[in-house]
């Protein structure tokens, strides 16, 4: 069965500071990858995916994250955070398998602090 | 945009009384979920709907239950509420074709339910 951990579960960072939120997970093919964010009050909102081709994707708001298998790791970056980014966000997996068995598995959730 | 409503942002019922959560998307989405947010939890699936009137269990489906009459329209049903089902529940769609846990999910903003 597929699993994420998000070993972070607060972060605090400054404006303008570079972010990096980990993310490892736990597969035995090649997964489908998913960052989401969500804004206070607000639902999920998808930041990028991965499925295949280059390992660095790109998303919106400036994100991009990096799958590497090697580590099963999906780490989310971005080079200087703005005080909107303060949010939550999960990371997540899915997979194709037979119909009825393939879901997405969300990870616990990395709380962003943006402080000035 | 992919728009998901949910009937309520907040509610409050009494233990055992008979809870409607109402999910609306107007993409024309094949696919809707329900799941379950609780801090340190993250999202835990608790049922998911293919088709209309079709429906299979996630991971937490005890004393839930849903309905979907119409493609747009996903309800989740909490036959006699409980405390321990107090918790913030997501509604989300996505469209057929590379499976449920491959396609890009839309979220709606949430219902935050509390059972006294």
């Known amino acids: 069965a597929q699993s994420v951990t998000q070993p972070d579960i607060h972060i605090t960072v400054s404006e303008g500071a570079s972010l990096e939120l980990r993310c490892n997970y736990s597969?035995?093919?090649?997964?489908?990858l998913f960052w989401y964010v969500q804004s206070p009050g607000q639902g999920l909102q998808l930041l990028l995916k991965y499925f295949s081709g280059d390992t660095l994707v790109q998303g919106i708001k400036g994100f991009e994250a990096e799958f590497k298998r090697s580590q099963s790791s999906f780490n989310l970056r971005k080079p200087s955070v703005h005080w909107s980014d303060a949010a939550e966000y999960f990371c997540?997996?899915?997979?194709?398998?037979?119909?009825?068995?393939?879901?997405?598995?969300f990870g616990t959730g990395t709380r962003l602090t943006i402080i000035p | 945009d992919v728009k998901v409503t949910q009937s309520s942002r907040y509610l409050v019922k009494r233990t055992g009384e008979k809870v409607f959560l109402e999910c609306v998307q107007d993409?024309?989405?094949?696919?809707m979920f329900w799941y379950r947010q609780d801090p340190g939890l993250g999202l835990r699936l608790i049922y998911f709907s293919y088709d209309v009137k079709m429906k299979e269990k996630g991971d937490i489906p005890e004393g839930y239950s849903v309905s979907r009459e119409k493609k747009e329209r996903f309800s989740l049903i909490l036959e006699s509420a409980s405390t321990n089902q107090t918790s913030m529940y997501l509604c989300?769609?996505?469209?057929?074709?590379?499976?449920?846990?491959?396609?890009?999910?839309?979220f709606g903003p949430g219902t935050r339910l509390t059972v006294l």
């Open positions: 993409m024309d989405h094949e696919n």
């Open positions: 989300a769609s996505s469209l057929a074709g590379g499976g449920i846990g491959t396609d890009t999910q839309y």
């Open positions: 997540a997996v899915g997979a194709i398998s037979n119909f009825g068995n393939e879901k997405l598995t």
């Open positions: 597969y035995g093919a090649t997964p489908y």
